[in-house]
């Protein structure tokens, strides 16, 4: 039962535009939600979060939405730069436990 | 920062093969974590540690099992390899507490396996 979902497994976007990605959870319980960015042949690095009680949190050119109805967040990235390209995880947790989505891969096209 | 340490960066094992995948951390974290990443299926948990000689099965745990004997190393045994168990390999610290927004996993490099 996969409780954290990214359909789209890729996304390319043009530099200097906005690159949203997308996640959706089933679980109303989740305490926090977190991006992590993964390059090729390193670990994933944590980009930004939210709190299950906020809608919005911004980190420069970072800024992540949460929409509780309708179990949905997403990650704006404006401008967009290449070194932006990398494959995007969302993950939520409970306690110590992280739930990790299946990854959207994001090129951003010079 | 944590330095999260994956010795074995590159690995190649023949099926029924005892491997052991190892994790140091320098931060004194609490947590450890072994997850598995494949295409297409994201990260998924292994197994995990709250402290020296307690393990807990995290949602994939058949074929592995655990040691952790120190606080700073925490190593991912697969008794007998088989080919899907193909896989990177990502081990990740964390801090004692919740995770939240100032307190997050901080992720190794990462160890390929492959299993012929």
């Known amino acids: 039962d996969q409780q954290v979902k990214q359909n789209s497994p890729s996304l390319s976007v043009q530099e200097g535009r906005i690159s949203i990605l997308n996640c959706d959870y089933t679980n109303s319980m989740f305490d926090y939600f977190l991006w992590y960015k993964k390059y090729p042949a390193e670990g994933p690095t944590f980009l930004i979060s939210i709190s299950s009680i906020k809608d919005k949190n911004e980190d420069g050119r970072f800024t992540v939405f949460l929409n509780k109805s309708a179990k949905h967040l997403s990650l704006h990235i404006v401008p967009s730069q290449p070194g932006d390209s990398a494959v995007y995880f969302c993950a939520a947790t409970k306690n110590e436990k992280l739930t990790f989505g299946t990854g959207t891969r994001l090129t951003i096209i010079p | 920062d944590v330095k999260v340490t994956q010795s074995s960066r590159y690995l190649v094992k023949r099926t029924g093969e005892k491997v052991f995948l190892e994790c140091v951390q320098d931060?004194?974290?609490?947590?450890m974590f072994w997850y598995r990443q494949d295409p297409g299926l994201g990260l998924r948990l292994i197994y995990f540690?709250?402290?020296?000689?307690?393990?807990e099965k995290g949602d994939i745990p058949e074929g592995y099992s655990v040691s952790r004997e120190k606080k700073e190393r925490f190593s991912l045994i697969l008794e007998s390899a088989s080919t899907n168990q193909t896989s990177m390999y990502l081990c990740a610290t964390l801090a004692g507490g919740p995770i939240s927004g100032a307190n997050v996993l901080t992720f190794g490099a990462g160890s390929r396996l492959t299993v012929l």
């Open positions: 931060m004194d974290h609490e947590n």
């Open positions: 540690s709250y402290d020296v000689k307690m393990k």
